[in-house]
């Protein structure tokens, strides 16, 4: 049963456009979600997250949005740089982390 | 401060063997969780520990898998007799005490590969 489904599994933009990731949750009991970003042969690296009395959260390029009632946050990039191409999964925090699939990003210059 | 560590980066094992996966957390850190990520799918959470307990194994196979946590030492995550099905990226995270799992970081993992 996949609590966290990240439905895209690619993603491709232009440089300087925004990149828009999507990811949905099942479970109305979570309540801490994160983006990690994670290039090949690496860890993942921690992004942005945002808790769940919050439906916005901004880290320079970086926001995430998040739509309780339709249980579905997003990871937007604006503008979009050659070096945000990588994979980015989604994650709720429980008491442990519950990962999405990832969604390859690339970012064509 | 050095990050999370992991050895070996890449293993190669035949079907029967055993493996042997280190992760050495950061400086401070006492908290330690193993993930797997199968070919073409995320991160599945497998085991939790903290210096010689282990707190949630309920991601962890029943069988051949088992990890530990030393006093002293890195921790082991070991798989015994393994099988093709065992090929994948194994990472390992570490946290500091008294934080929840969203301060996690990540090692780079091990590539376990058997023929």
């Known amino acids: 049963d996949q609590q966290v489904k990240q439905n895209s599994p690619s993603l491709s933009v232009q440089e300087g456009r925004i990149s828009i990731l999507n990811c949905d949750y099942t479970n109305s009991m979570f309540d801490y979600f994160l983006w990690y970003k994670k290039y090949p042969a690496e860890g993942p690296t921690f992004l942005i997250s945002?808790?769940?009395?919050?439906d916005k959260n901004e880290d320079g390029r970086f926001t995430v949005f998040l739509n309780k009632s339709a249980k579905h946050l997003s990871l937007h990039i604006v503008p979009s740089q050659p070096g945000d191409s990588a994979v980015y999964f989604c994650a709720e925090s429980g008491s442990r982390l519950t990962f999405g699939e990832g969604t390859q990003l690339t970012v064509n210059p | 401060n050095a990050g999370v560590m992991q050895n070996p980066r890449h293993l190669v094992r035949r079907r029967g063997q055993e493996a042997r996966l280190r992760c050495s957390p950061m400086?401070?850190?006492?908290?330690v969780y193993w993930y797997r990520q199968l070919p073409e799918e995320g991160l599945k959470f497998m085991v939790y520990l903290q210096k010689e307990n282990i707190i949630d194994e309920s991601g962890m196979p029943k069988e051949r898998f088992s990890a530990e946590f030393p006093k002293e030492g890195p921790s082991i995550l070991r798989i015994q007799q393994v099988v093709r099905g065992d090929s994948a990226a194994y990472f390992c995270a570490s946290s500091p005490p008294g934080r929840g799992p969203d301060t996690q970081y990540f090692g780079p993992g091990t590539r376990l590969t058997v023929l």
């Open positions: 945002i808790s769940s009395i919050k």
């Open positions: 400086k401070g850190h006492s908290h």
